[in-house]
């Protein structure tokens, strides 16, 4: 193999991961007219054509996708190697990628990876708060951060914090024309602020549990967010009762400036865990990060 061919195929692999040129050129750090010089130069070499381009999209081409199925795990390959030569190291070095929810990057994460980052100064995080379910693997991160329920199994999934417990939440001046909730089926009477999932595109259904009976009740309301930030601040503000975790309403309703209702129907989940793909060999600035996010009662 010639010297540029290795480094054209990686490019081919994230353009069709990207389903853009722009977009592939910025994670590449390139211009986008030498990536596009750089995947017509490889397809003229392997004399058939990977990419199927139109004014909006690209996307990979049958041959495309059996070059894909062989690229993936090849690299994957390559790049575990290559951080695994810095065990030859004192100290763990390299840039890790992590994808995760704002909720945790703020009340798990950064209060563990302050310390973190000064205990290991050649070690580089890059955090992607993204709400949706990332495919680690396909967005080249070294890691992931989600609820417990949400990791795939064929992930290794270490705990990084507590417990958490969801809360629904209206201001005082909401209920003051509104009686307060006794059970979830009082929700069909009030005016709910509605959660929009990232994955799924569905709206959010609230949970709810007691003396082992589960419930799931869809709201309705006048008012629909995909960003938690947004939605406390309309709860806040009186336009309606909020769904959300314990931890991010609890200094509100400390405060007086939010009524929690439905306590005793508010469930409680694992907590958040930090996933990984299963390797044979995890390199070290991975492994420092997972031992000092580590839950530890």
């Not at 592939?24 to 007219?33: E, T, V």
């Not at 955090?127 to 951060?145: C, K, P, Q, T, Y």
């Not at 705990?159 to 201001?171: C, F, L, Y």
């Amino acid at each position: 193999m010639k010297r540029d061919e290795l480094n054209d195929l990686a490019a081919f692999m994230v353009v069709a991961d990207a389903g853009s040129f722009t977009r592939a050129a910025a994670k590449l750090d390139m211009s986008q007219s030498a990536l596009s010089h750089a995947i017509r130069q490889l397809e003229e070499r392997l004399s058939i054509r990977l990419l199927a381009r139109t004014t909006r999209s690209v996307s990979p081409t049958e041959a495309g996708r059996r070059l894909l199925r062989t690229l993936r795990p090849a690299l994957a390959e390559i790049s575990m190697e290559i951080a695994g030569l810095s065990e030859l190291r004192e100290k763990p070095a390299g840039t890790l990628r992590i994808t995760t929810a704002k909720h945790p990057a703020v009340a798990v994460l950064w209060p563990k990876l302050h310390k973190f980052m000064a205990e290991h100064p050649d070690i580089t995080i890059e955090l992607s708060v993204d709400e949706g379910l990332m495919d680690i693997v396909a967005g080249n991160f070294d890691a992931g951060v989600r609820l417990g329920e949400s990791v795939e199994r064929d992930m290794i999934a270490v705990r990084i914090g507590p417990e958490i417990r969801s809360a629904v939440v209206g201001s005082p001046a909401y209920f003051a024309d509104m009686p307060r909730p006794v059970t979830p089926h009082d929700l069909k009477q009030h005016n709910c602020i509605n959660y929009r999932q990232t994955t799924s595109g569905g709206l959010y259904a609230w949970e709810f549990e007691k003396a082992g009976r589960e419930l799931s009740v869809r709201v309705e309301g006048s008012l629909v967010f995909n960003d938690t930030d947004l939605l406390l601040m309309a709860a806040l503000d009186g336009c309606g009762l909020a769904s959300a975790f314990e931890a991010q309403v609890a200094e509100h309703v400390a405060s007086g400036r939010l009524i929690r209702v439905l306590e005793d129907w508010c469930p409680t989940y694992p907590g958040f865990f930090l996933y990984y793909p299963s390797r044979r060999q995890t390199p070290p600035a991975l492994a420092a990060l997972v031992e000092a996010l580590r839950y530890r009662v």
